[in-house]
């Protein structure tokens, strides 16, 4: 089969802010016709809240905005979604070979079999990571920046994607006022850009949570969708390829 290069893949990881934990409203239900998603049986359907289904809760996370906005700018193309991210999973269980003992799901071996199987779809236009507040833990927190950077180039070699953009996401303002470690994930996150080729970072500031000091609201969760979307389209209006190499 042939991929159709006129199918953007984006792929969805890290844990639970990317999963999505906002209450799903009837705006959430409602599809655009060019914006799909890989359901739990890796079918390819029409996006809506939720798209991922690592835990029963999962809701509005920042995927489907995210897609939405990127189709609305380019209407020569159709956007696919790879949801993969996994709530509560530490960055350590995103290696070849591991379990997360919650879900009973191995992040990074599904994460390469559903983004390999849409490959023969479409063509990867970027991956997206929020992750990190797992990691927001004395002894773990200052070994995050190196499983990242390490993380990156591992994924990139095992889908052969070496130039697919890497756009990380900082942690909330109200998680990391309440944790200290956090703040070390945070500057982590931040140098990313500066050790990753083709990587950006999107802050969150001013974003709230939904109730719980952990998770972003509705509201928030689409709201980084959005600063995700940006930060892709100005690589576009920069004139950077965002289309990886043969």
Not at 124 to 145: C, F, K, N, R, V
Request: charged share 20%.
């Amino acid at each position: 089969m042939t991929a159709d290069t006129s199918f953007h893949l984006y792929l969805l990881i890290g844990q639970s802010n990317m999963a999505g934990r906002g209450q799903v409203a009837a705006i959430d239900r409602e599809v655009h016709p060019r914006v799909l998603a890989l359901d739990s049986a890796s079918h390819w359907q029409p996006a809506a809240e939720p798209i991922h289904f690592d835990k029963p809760i999962a809701g509005v996370g920042p995927g489907l905005t995210f897609g939405k906005i990127v189709a609305q700018r380019n209407p020569a193309i159709r956007v696919g979604l790879i949801p993969c991210a996994v709530g509560g999973s530490p960055i350590t269980t995103w290696q070849p070979g591991c379990t997360y003992y919650e879900t009973g799901s191995r992040p990074y071996d599904d994460a390469l079999r559903r983004t390999r199987l849409a490959l023969t779809h479409g063509v990867l236009q970027a991956i997206l990571w929020h992750q990190g507040e797992s990691d927001s833990e004395p002894g773990e927190a200052e070994l995050y920046e190196d499983r990242l950077v390490a993380l990156v180039a591992m994924l990139r070699s095992d889908l052969r994607q070496p130039d697919s953009p890497f756009i990380v996401g900082t942690l909330g303002d109200f998680f990391v006022s309440e944790n200290p470690a956090a703040r070390t994930v945070n500057a982590a996150l931040r140098r990313i850009p500066l050790r990753v080729r083709r990587a950006a970072c999107v802050e969150v500031t001013g974003l709230a949570h939904g109730g719980d000091g952990l998770h972003f609201s509705a509201q928030a969760a689409r709201e980084l969708g959005r600063r995700y979307a940006q930060t892709l389209l100005s690589w576009e209006r920069a004139g950077v390829p965002r289309s990886p190499s043969p």
